[in-house]
Each structure stands twice: as structure tokens, then as C-alpha cells.
């Protein structure tokens, strides 16, 4: 079975950093890019960027640039959303998901998410 | 920068009847990149139409996608319960590479 398997709910202080994973399984993780969205409590989804597994290649959202770092470890199968500071309107879900040129570039496969509560 | 506005904001239907979700883009999308998705709550995302009018895998032929250029509509004929959720538009390929409508909220009445 394809799946994207999120690590759990993190709970977290201001300034702390934090990096949350995506485990992929029953596919070959280096055929596919893997993107991370955005969903603030009650709102709609946010695309951040996007990262090739097989060569570490990533693109972000402008909104996003500088704020996270998308990266991956091809060895197990694994991608990665990190923030060195977190701020309070980091609250969010965030959920990875497979994309698939042959679906016009959409996102087939998603991840059961990963809620970020950031507070003091 | 391509903005999708999806109308109506909320959408009051009865099982068994027909829904028409719009998604406009601010500037002319390809069809092969327009893809519409299901989310219900406490749920992800699920992507249900892809290619402007090609249904992924084990989606019902009740779900259907068309329009071009700036004009998409995601159309679900004879409702069922299960339909009942939040549905997005989402476009690929230009600055930001995606974007996503701001969803449509279909309810039951």
C-alpha cells in the first residue's frame, strides 16, 4: 500500500526549533516529489514548497522562503519540514503529500498530518 | 501571481441533488494543471480530479471536472452523505508554483 506515514503532534515554545517527518513506504520514494502544505486552524490549505527526494532539489512558496527548510533522506525513505524559530502563528497542520507529473502535477498521496502548537 | 477564487462560499444541498463548485483563476491556467480535492473533517486532503476533468483512482463517476482557461467547475450529480465536506481548487505551474482556492463548504441543508 502507498502511504505517507507523519510523525505525531508536536508541542513546542517560541524560539524552539522543530522538525517533523513523512515517512514514505510502497512506492519508490526517489520517483516522486514530496510538497508540504499548510492548514491554520478553521482555513484553507497553503502550499509551502516542494523537494525532489532523489537529488535533495526543493522549491518554496515566496510566502514560505526562509522560513522552513524542506530536505529528505532517500536512505530511509524519509522527507522533512524544519523551523530553526518558531513563532506563534506557526500553529498549524502541516501534511506532506506525493506529487505525480503524471497527474498534472497534483497530489495524489497524502500524509494523516502533523499538528504544530507553539506556545508558552 | 495566479489567485483561484472558488464560489460559492457555501453551498446548502439535500442528498441526491446536484452540486456545481466554481473555481476561478486570475489569469488563464492550463487544464492539464487544475485539480480539485475533498477534504472532510479531521481529515487530509484527497485528490478527486486532476487534469481539469480526469478522476484519480477510486473515485466515483458521480464527481466530474471541466471548464478551461479561467473558468473550472467541479460537478457532483445525485449527492450522497458522504459527500458532504470542504472542496478545493488547486492550479500548478506558475509563480507561487501552486496555489489553492480558498474552498468551497458544502453542507447538507
Known amino acids: 500500500e502507498v502511504q505517507l506515514v507523519q510523525s505525531g503532534a508536536e508541542v513546542k515554545k517560541p524560539g524552539e526549533s522543530l522538525k517533523i517527518s513523512c515517512k514514505a513506504s510502497?512506492?519508490?520514494?526517489?520517483?516522486?516529489?514530496i510538497g508540504w502544505v499548510r492548514q491554520m486552524p478553521g482555513t484553507g490549505l497553503e502550499w509551502m514548497g516542494i523537494i525532489n527526494p532523489g537529488d535533495s532539489e526543493s522549491r518554496y512558496s515566496p510566502s514560505f522562503q526562509g522560513q522552513v527548510t524542506i530536505s529528505a533522506d532517500k536512505s530511509i525513505s524519509t522527507a522533512y519540514l524544519q523551523w530553526s524559530s518558531l513563532k506563534a502563528s506557526d500553529i498549524a497542520m502541516y501534511y506532506c503529500?506525493?506529487?505525480?507529473?503524471?497527474?498534472?502535477?497534483?497530489?495524489?498521496?497524502w500524509g494523516q498530518g502533523t499538528m504544530v502548537t507553539v506556545s508558552s | 501571481e495566479i489567485v483561484l477564487t472558488q464560489s460559492p462560499g457555501t453551498l446548502s444541498l439535500s442528498p441526491g441533488e446536484r452540486a456545481t463548485l466554481s473555481c476561478r483563476a486570475s489569469q488563464s491556467v492550463s487544464s492539464s494543471y487544475l485539480a480539485w480535492y475533498q477534504q472532510k473533517p479531521g481529515q487530509a486532503p484527497r485528490l478527486l480530479i486532476y487534469?481539469?476533468?480526469s478522476r484519480a483512482t477510486g473515485i466515483p463517476g458521480r464527481f466530474s471536472g471541466s471548464g478551461s482557461g479561467t473558468d473550472f467547475t467541479l460537478t457532483i450529480t445525485r449527492l450522497e452523505p458522504e459527500d458532504f465536506a470542504v472542496y478545493y481548487c488547486?492550479?500548478?505551474?506558475?509563480?507561487?508554483?501552486?496555489?489553492f482556492g480558498q474552498g468551497t463548504n458544502l453542507e447538507i441543508k
Open positions: 503529500a506525493r506529487l505525480v507529473s503524471a497527474a498534472g502535477f497534483a497530489f495524489d498521496i
Open positions: 510502497g512506492y519508490s520514494f526517489t520517483n516522486y516529489w
Open positions: 487534469g481539469a476533468s
Open positions: 488547486q492550479q500548478y505551474g506558475s509563480s507561487p508554483l501552486y496555489t
